[in-house]
């Protein structure tokens, strides 16, 4: 008898082989059990499971790479968004400069046949154009019918938005003469 059919005919109760010595004509000894990683066979059950697991981990894993493609997209654009910004303040570094909103007057002067516009913050000149028909007609107002300082337009520069005339930009801020 060998030990395999020893084996066998005493079942599945491995405990009670633990220790054990068996007296057979090759004196075979249990000494203890160890386990060990071999392949087994799967049931049906088994198998069905395995199955529901690789459905779920597939699932799992296509919804993980839609996240991170979103999050890339996301990310790329706040690094697109910091390196522009990046850019406008290197720019204004450089040039020592910025574009700002500065309250402009509009000033007719009816002696060199201009308007000018004036900057308030500095109070230089910084583009002027040849005076149009409409610039020199000026409004005649009824004191009786408005008062003072709530006139329509009273405040406002005129003109600006019609983009009409010709205008002479000058990038020094220096009054022209």
Same mark, same amino acid.
């Given at each position: ?146 008062? =003072? /300082? *709530? @006139? +329509? %337009? !009273? &405040? $406002? #520069? =005129? /003109? *600006? @938005? +019609? %983009? !009409? &005339? $010709? #205008?002479?930009?000058?990038? +020094?801020? !220096?009054?022209?003469?």
């Amino acid at each position: 008898m060998n030990v395999h059919d020893l084996l066998s005919e005493l079942g599945d109760d491995s405990q009670a082989l633990q220790g054990a010595i068996i007296d057979t004509p090759d004196r075979v000894v249990i000494e203890c059990e160890k386990e060990k990683r071999l392949p087994v066979e799967l049931t049906q059950y088994e198998l069905a499971q395995f199955g529901e697991k690789l459905a779920e981990l597939t699932e799992r894993q296509a919804e993980l790479e839609a996240e991170l493609k979103a999050t890339r997209t996301q990310l790329k654009a706040g690094i697109d968004d910091v390196k522009a910004e990046t850019m406008r303040v290197t720019s204004i570094l450089r040039s020592r400069k910025e574009v700002r909103a500065v309250k402009c007057l509009r000033v007719l002067d009816f002696a060199h046949d201009l308007v000018r516009f004036i900057r308030t913050d500095t109070w230089r000149e910084v583009s002027n154009m040849k005076m149009l028909p409409e610039d020199r007609q000026l409004e005649i107002k009824d004191e009786a019918e408005e008062p =003072e /300082g *709530e @006139a +329509e %337009g !009273e &405040g $406002e #520069l =005129e /003109g *600006e @938005a +019609e %983009g !009409e &005339g $010709e #205008l002479k930009e000058d990038g +020094e801020d !220096e009054p022209t003469k």
